[in-house]
């Protein structure tokens, strides 16, 4: 069954651009994009296991095609629920460890209901991953380590922090409208 599709794919760009890149949320991501190196693949079915089948699809295919850098794997229509999705991170995360993949590639997650622990769902650090769609972000460890060494990385949560509540709340709302209907 063929689960691509380029509906959400617009929506994902606008975040990356507008909301990743703009706002320099990930100071790493604007060359690999810029350069078309970012892969966004859709999963359009609402099956836990057919998005588990893609984003092992999609990892083996970033495993071989060293012209992409990373590759975002879009949930269209499963694990909408947050608790859900972060319980789903430890079958992704397995897949890193098969076949030696885990000193390779690494994982990131983004959703539009994310929630970092021991902090509330209208927090505005939330913001910093969340996007339109459940999304696996599949990345090269290669390209995160020389990124650590490169830059100082700790303090990059803090200064997003800092940005997102430097704006303000109709723009915010602007940038991340799905998150308008389930946090303000």
């Not at 794919?9 to 991501?29: G, K, R, Y």
């Not at 991953?129 to 700790?154: E, G, K, M, S, Y």
């Not at 303090?155 to 209907?181: G, Q, Y």
Request: a negative charge.
């Amino acid at each position: 069954m063929d689960n691509y599709t380029s509906e959400p794919t617009d929506l994902v760009q606008q975040w990356i651009e507008q909301c990743v890149i703009d706002l320099s949320l990930c100071p790493f991501a604007s060359a690999p994009y810029r350069a078309g190196r970012v892969r966004i693949a859709v999963c359009q079915s609402g099956s836990e296991i057919e998005y588990l089948q893609m984003l092992d699809t999609e990892l083996g295919r970033l495993a071989a095609d060293i012209s992409v850098e990373t590759t975002l794997v879009v949930a269209q229509r499963a694990l909408s629920d947050f608790f859900d999705f972060n319980d789903f991170l430890s079958h992704a995360e397995a897949l890193l460890e098969t076949v030696d993949r885990e000193s390779k590639l690494q994982i990131a997650s983004f959703h539009p209901q994310y929630q970092f622990a021991g902090v509330a769902p209208s927090d505005v650090g939330n913001y910093t991953n969340r996007a339109p769609f459940p999304i696996i972000q599949w990345l090269r460890a290669d390209t995160v380590a020389q990124a650590v060494q490169a830059t100082d990385t700790l303090a990059i949560p803090d200064n997003n922090i800092e940005t997102l509540k430097s704006i303000s709340s109709s723009r915010l709302a602007a940038l991340f409208p799905w998150c308008v209907e389930n946090n303000s």
